[in-house]
T-cell receptor
């Protein structure tokens, strides 16, 4: 079975400081990994994904994520946070070798609060 | 504008009433999903569908019914609404033929059962 853990319910950071939102995963095969963002009263929006290749993936709004196979992690990062980055962030995984079809498993979400 | 649309955006209903939430997508994606989002529980999968006329239960299916007679539509029905079904409901779709893609989500329906 595939699973995702986001160990922090909330991350607080000051505007201009770097931010990290943590994600660890468990799959039996090789993972497809995704980050989504949810702004208030909106649906989830795709930020970035890791399928294969370079371990550092760049996505929308200046976000990036680093795939670390040995630590089974896919932490979301941004060098300089903006107040407008304040939102709920979800990590998700799909097992490439899983015959369960097209199912993504989502983490519980991490609320990012960026203070001016 | 093409995409995935949910209706209504907001709904208030009384306990015991039947209510249907609509979801429509324009990409002909084979997979569609219904999630509910509650504080402290993240996203929980209610039902999903791999294709027209193929549906399956997710994590929390009790009290819900789905159908998929056409690829583009995936309505979710609460047969007899209860207060515990007060939640925000999200529909999503995905191209089953290409696992490189994730899900595309609708804007959600906020349902209040009084």
């Amino acid at each position: 079975a595939q699973s995702v853990a986001q160990p922090e319910d909330q991350v607080n950071v000051a505007e201009g400081n770097p931010l990290t939102v943590k994600c660890t995963y468990s799959v039996s095969g090789n993972p497809y990994l995704f980050w989504y963002v949810q702004y208030p009263n909106r649906g989830l929006q795709f930020l970035l994904k890791y399928i294969t290749g370079d371990n550092l993936v760049k996505g929308s709004y200046g976000f990036e994520a680093e795939f670390n196979k040995s630590q089974t992690s896919f932490h979301l990062k941004k060098p300089s946070a903006l107040v407008s980055d304040s939102a709920l962030y979800f990590c998700a995984v799909r097992d490439m070798n899983n015959n369960a079809g097209n199912m993504l498993t989502f983490g519980g979400g991490t609320r990012l609060m960026v203070k001016p | 504008d093409a995409g995935i649309t949910q209706s209504p955006r907001y709904k208030i209903t009384e306990t015991g009433r039947q209510v249907t939430l609509m979801c429509h997508q324009t990409w002909s994606h084979s997979y569609m999903f219904w999630y509910r989002q509650d504080l402290g529980h993240g996203l929980r999968l209610i039902y999903y569908s791999a294709a027209a006329d193929i549906t399956d239960k997710g994590e929390v299916p009790d009290g819900y019914v789905v159908s998929r007679s056409k690829t583009e539509n995936f309505p979710l029905t609460l047969e007899s609404a209860t207060r515990s079904q007060t939640s925000v409901y999200f529909c999503a779709s995905s191209d089953g033929g290409n696992p490189n893609y994730g899900y595309t989500f609708g804007s959600g329906t906020r349902l209040t059962v009084v």
